[in-house]
DNA sequence: TATTTTTAGTCCATCTAATGAACTTTATGA
DNA sequence: TCATAAAGTTCATTAGATGGACTAAAAATA
C-alpha cells in the first residue's frame, strides 16, 4: 500500500445508482405497503434501502406528477394520479384456479359458503363462491357484484386494513339491508368499530345478524407480499350455525386458507 | 461561420435529459391515453417528443415493474402493477357516495338513467348510473367504461370546457356506432360544434338520434371550485321520451344536480 | 417470392442529472 | 427552555440516462 499519499479514501464505493424507474417504483410500493395514515420519509429510505435524500428527492418527482401526496402532517400517501392510471391498467389476472381448491377446502371443512373477495374502488368485489355441503344457504351476493364494506364481513376485513379517514367515509355512508327497527337501539357504529378492532387483534372478524336477519358470517384479509391486503376470505351461514364457539374453532382454518392463497397473489 | 475547423458541430444540443419520474410518468400517460389495444413505440415517442430508444428503455424499465406489459403484437399497454397501486390511491377528491344521492334525486325526478362521468385523457370516464323508475332503457354504457369526447353528450358537455385545439382533434377523430347512412348527409361536424356551443349559452347540451338512433341524452358540466370543469352529470333516455319540451323542462334539474356536486368535489 | 418500407430494438460516446455525505432547518416532546 | 429526531437542502462526484446512428425484424407492396 502506498504509504505515501493523502488521506484520500481508496474508491468511493458510497453511490449506488440505479435504474430510477426501478427506484421510484421501489418507493410507489413501500408507501403502498405502508400504513393507509401514510409513511415517513425515515421509514421509505430503510424499507427500500435508498439514501434519504435521494427518496426525498424521488417522493418531490413522484408528487410532481400526482403519484405521491403529502399531507401537512408530512406524511406521504400515494396519490390519485395513481387512481387514475389504476383505472386504464388491466386487472392482475388472479389465480382463480389456484385459489379455488383452497375455499372449496375450507367450504368443505365449514360446509358452509366460502367467498373470496377483493378491495376496489370504495367496495368489495367479489371473485367466486363455493358452496359447502350444507343445504340452508344466505345467497347474499353474487361473484361479479361489487358492495359497500359495510355490507359484509368480507368488506369489514378489508376495511380495517385501511386508515381510518376511508373507515370513518365508509362508516358514515353505511347502508345495510336491514328491516326498519331492527337493530333497535344498538350502537352500529360502535359494534363495526369493534369488528374492525377485531381483525387487527384476532386476525379476522365474524358476527351474526348485524348484516341481515338470520345471517352470520366471518372474514380473514389475505396477506399479500407486495401491498397492504386487497384480498378477503369469508364464510357464510346461516346464524344457528355459526355461533361464536363455532367461529373460534373454524378460525385457525380460516387464517390458514388466507395464509395459503396469500403465496398465490402478489 | 468557422470557415476553418473539421465538420465537427459547434456544440451538441441533442440531448435533453431532464428528471426521469417525469419522463417515465410521461410515457405511462401517453400508454394510458392510447388505444386500449396497446401503443407503438414510434407513436408514444411522437406523443411525448422523447427520443425512441429513450422511450424503448423507460418502457422496459417500466415492464420491469409491472407497470407496462408487452403483447407479442409488441405493443405496450398498461401493467397490472398499475392497479394494484391504484387500488391503494385515493380516488382524486370526489366522493362518490356523496354524489350518488343527488344523481338517484335526478333520476327519481326524470324516471330516466342518470350517469356521472369525469373527463380522462381524452376521453369520458363513467364513474356511476342511476337507473329510473322508467322500464325502457338504452344501456349504451357501462360505469367504468372510457369513451370519446363525440360519443355522448357527457362528452359534449366536457369536450365544451376544453380548448379549441382540443375540440379539433376530438372532432376530427371523432366515431361513434352508427349505422351506415344513418346521418345521410348531415353536416356531423357542424351538429356537434353546436351542442357545444349550447354548452356555452344553456349550460348544457341534448339532442336524439345523433349517438345512436332511438336513444337521447342531455348533459351538463359539474363546476369545479379549483379547475377547469371534469365531471359531467346526463340524463340518457329512449328518444320518444327526451323531447326539447322534456328537456327544456328537465334543464333546471339538471343544472341543479350539477350544482350540487360541485359542491362536493375540488 | 422478392423487394421495399416501416418499425422495433441495439450500441455507444457524451455529459447531464441522480446520488448520498454532510449540513441546516423544522418539528416534537421532556 | 433545551434536547432529540426527523425533514429538508446543498453540492462534488460520477454513474447512468440520453439520442444519433446503426442493425434486425416485421409488415407492406409488387
Redesign the interface.
Same mark, same amino acid.
Do not use: I, W
Given at each position: 500500500m502506498g504509504a505515501s499519499a493523502i488521506t484520500r479514501t481508496e474508491v468511493d464505493v458510497t453511490h449506488n445508482p440505479a435504474?430510477?424507474?426501478?427506484r421510484?417504483?421501489a418507493v410507489?410500493?413501500a408507501v403502498?405497503r405502508s400504513s393507509?395514515e401514510g409513511a415517513r420519509l425515515v421509514d421509505l429510505a430503510a424499507a427500500t434501502g435508498i439514501a434519504r435524500p435521494s427518496v426525498h428527492r *424521488?417522493l418531490q418527482? /413522484?408528487t410532481?406528477?400526482g403519484?405521491i401526496?403529502q399531507g401537512t402532517d408530512r406524511l406521504y400517501? *400515494?396519490?390519485?394520479? /395513481?387512481?387514475?392510471?389504476?383505472?386504464?391498467?388491466?386487472?392482475?389476472?388472479w389465480d382463480l384456479t389456484a385459489i379455488r381448491p383452497i375455499a372449496a377446502a375450507l367450504a368443505e371443512r365449514s360446509e358452509d359458503t366460502v367467498y373470496v373477495s377483493?378491495?376496489?374502488?370504495?367496495g368489495v368485489h367479489y371473485l367466486l363462491r363455493t358452496e359447502g355441503a350444507y343445504p340452508i344457504r344466505a345467497q347474499l351476493v353474487d361473484v361479479g357484484d361489487t358492495k359497500?364494506y359495510t355490507s359484509s364481513y368480507s368488506g369489514l376485513a378489508l376495511l380495517s386494513t385501511l386508515g381510518t379517514a376511508e373507515q370513518d367515509?365508509a362508516l358514515a355512508?353505511r347502508s345495510f339491508d336491514v328491516p326498519e327497527g331492527w337493530l333497535g337501539d344498538t350502537d352500529v357504529d360502535g359494534l363495526l368499530r369493534s369488528k374492525l378492532a377485531d381483525v387487527a387483534t384476532l386476525g379476522y372478524c365474524g358476527g351474526a345478524s348485524v348484516v341481515m336477519p338470520g345471517v352470520a358470517g366471518m372474514a380473514a384479509p389475505v396477506p399479500s407480499r407486495?401491498?397492504?391486503p386487497?384480498m378477503a376470505i369469508s364464510i357464510s351461514a346461516v346464524e344457528a350455525r355459526l355461533t361464536p364457539e363455532r367461529m373460534a374453532d373454524l378460525a385457525p382454518d380460516l387464517l390458514e386458507a388466507a395464509k395459503q392463497i396469500s403465496l398465490l397473489i402478489?
Open positions: 435504474n430510477v424507474v426501478a421510484a417504483a410507489l410500493e403502498a393507509a *424521488l418527482d /413522484l410532481e406528477v403519484y401526496e400517501r *400515494l396519490g390519485s394520479g /395513481l387512481f387514475m392510471l389504476g383505472l386504464n391498467a388491466p386487472t392482475p389476472g377483493v378491495r376496489q374502488f370504495d359497500p367515509k355512508s407486495t401491498q397492504r386487497y402478489p
